[in-house]
Structure formats: structure tokens, C-alpha cells
């Protein structure tokens, strides 16, 4: 794919990754002791979602994402979570008007989130976008902005001194080996820090390599597995027809959690009849 999360902002699978993000981030929280929020693939940090970033004659995606959300009522808590968070950014970033217009990335919703013995730690491989990140996050205590390779920081930045740690991977997927590079990744870290949490988000565009992956990731003898997917539809013409994230070492009580807001994404972000979504354990809890 070409990825240029510019125009995906704010699309289906943003609001499936960022509304269960939040709810493992305020898992972990229940605990005092502080946190490493570790995001391999970070981004600019903020969207703006009315710039023209998409290809000429293409449609914008948040409408069919955060923009069904923005206004509905009675959803569940993890969701009106999620939305609030959303909301709040856009306002202090100058939204105005009936919709959104600014949008958080995983970064932001971090540092919304956070507490002050929290840790947040991003990187970015692209320069550009990295340097937009940190100038964002200028000033800030207990937050490190880093321009590099994020599937290295898993070597470098683990184990954490808190031993406590989120990490999540979200990679472009714009190369054919990022699976790979993800289980490389993986066993790194794992290796260095096996109790930490480690959050996957991965597309499903052909369910032959999500199984390969999975595969993979069985031979690393892994630690308890959660898998939850968001489909959005069944048609053949598009391309990513769902999305997941994969949670390693879930929190106690988090898949329940995930079982309460998936019905309700399914339900608000569906485009037909096909729409579902599972949750379930890759690796049972021992």
C-alpha cells in the first residue's frame, strides 16, 4: 500500500486502533506505579483533516471514520472515551464548526492521557515528519522524541526502568516484508522484556499473510495473545476490507473490555452487510 496516513486520518481503522489504545493505556493506569509509552511508528502526531493530502478526485476517509462518531449518541464508555479525547484535541488545536477538523495520532491521545510518572517515548523514521513531532511536543517533561529506526528502539530503550511498558508498533505496511520486520521486532523485545505489553496493529488485505504472521508469531513461543479485528465490509473491491490489533501480555480484563465496543464499531462503522468484528485469544492465557 501506499500509505499516507495524512488522508487515512481519522479513518476506520484509526478510530478501532485509538479507541482500544486509550482503553490499554487506562489499564495500565490502574496501577500507580508509572509507565514507558513506547510508539515505534509515531508520525507527525496531529492531522489536519480538511488539507489535501489524498490523491486528486479521491474522497477523504475520516467522514466514514471519526466523522460517523463525532455526533452519535449513546455509545459505549471505551468509545465516548475515545470520542471526548478527540474532541478535546480538535478544540485546543483550533477546531471549530459542526465537524472535526483536527485530528490525534496515536502520540497525542498518549499525551492526553498520561500521568506525570508516566514515560512517553516516540519515534519516527521519517525526518520530516519527526521533526514536525518533536516541535509539537517542544518543552514537554518525561517525553523524548527520536528520529531513527522505532523497530531498533526495542533493543535500545527495553527493558524500561519502570518495568512497566506499552509498546505499540503501527508501521506503514509499504514494505512486503513489514511482518517480518514486526517478529524480528517482536523477539527482540520479548527477549529483553518479556512481561511488557506489546500492541500490533496490522491491515487485512489478504488473510493468507495475516495467518503467515500469526504462524510467526507462534514460533517465538509468545506470551498470552489477544487478537481483535474490525471488518467493514465483505466487497471484493476494496482493498482493506478490515484491520486488527494483536496485544501481547493484554492487561487484566482488557479483552472483556474489547468485547464490549467492538459490536458498537461494527455497528457505526460498517458499509454493509458484511461488517463484523471478533475478538479472541492467539494464545491462551495460561
Not at 129 to 135: D, F, I, P, Q, T
Not at 157 to 184: C, G, H, K, S, T
Request: glycine share 10%; aromatic share 10%; charged share 20%.
Amino acid at each position: 500500500m501506499n500509505y499516507r496516513h495524512a488522508f487515512h486520518a481519522g479513518n476506520y481503522g484509526d478510530v478501532f486502533k485509538h479507541t482500544l489504545l486509550v482503553q490499554l493505556l487506562r489499564a495500565l493506569q490502574r496501577k500507580e506505579k508509572g509507565i514507558l509509552y513506547l510508539d515505534t511508528h509515531a508520525g507527525r502526531g496531529a492531522y489536519d483533516l480538511r488539507a489535501k493530502t489524498g490523491p486528486a478526485g479521491r474522497a477523504p476517509e475520516w467522514p466514514a471514520g471519526i466523522g460517523r462518531l463525532w455526533n452519535a449518541a449513546g455509545l459505549p464508555p471505551p468509545l465516548a472515551d475515545y470520542v471526548a479525547l478527540v474532541r478535546a484535541f480538535n478544540e485546543t488545536a483550533g477546531g471549530t464548526g459542526a465537524g472535526p477538523r483536527f485530528y490525534p495520532g496515536s502520540p497525542w491521545l498518549a499525551a492526553l492521557v498520561r500521568r506525570p510518572q508516566d514515560r512517553l517515548q516516540f519515534w519516527e523514521r521519517q525526518p520530516g515528519e519527526a521533526k514536525s513531532l518533536r516541535r509539537r511536543f517542544a518543552g514537554m517533561r518525561r517525553l523524548t522524541v527520536e528520529s531513527g529506526d522505532g523497530y531498533a528502539a526495542l533493543k535500545s530503550a527495553l527493558p524500561p526502568p519502570e518495568r512497566r511498558a506499552l509498546v505499540l508498533i503501527d508501521p506503514p505496511f509499504e514494505a512486503a516484508d513489514e511482518f517480518d520486520a514486526i517478529l524480528a521486532a517482536l523477539r527482540h523485545g520479548l527477549e529483553r522484556f518479556a512481561g511488557g505489553v506489546y500492541a500490533i496493529w496490522y491491515p487485512v488485505t489478504e488473510r493468507t499473510r495475516v495467518a503467515r504472521f500469526f504462524a510467526g508469531l507462534h514460533a517465538l513461543h509468545p506470551p498470552p495473545a489477544l487478537t481483535a479485528e474490525l471488518a467493514v465490509t465483505a466487497a471484493p473491491q476494496v482493498r482493506m476490507k478490515a484491520c486488527g490489533l494483536l496485544v501481547l501480555n493484554p492487561p487484566w480484563r482488557f479483552a472483556d473490555e474489547v468485547r464490549s465496543v467492538l459490536p458498537a464499531l461494527a455497528a457505526s462503522l460498517g458499509l454493509d452487510s458484511g461488517a463484523a468484528a471478533r475478538c479472541e485469544w492467539l494464545v491462551p492465557e495460561r
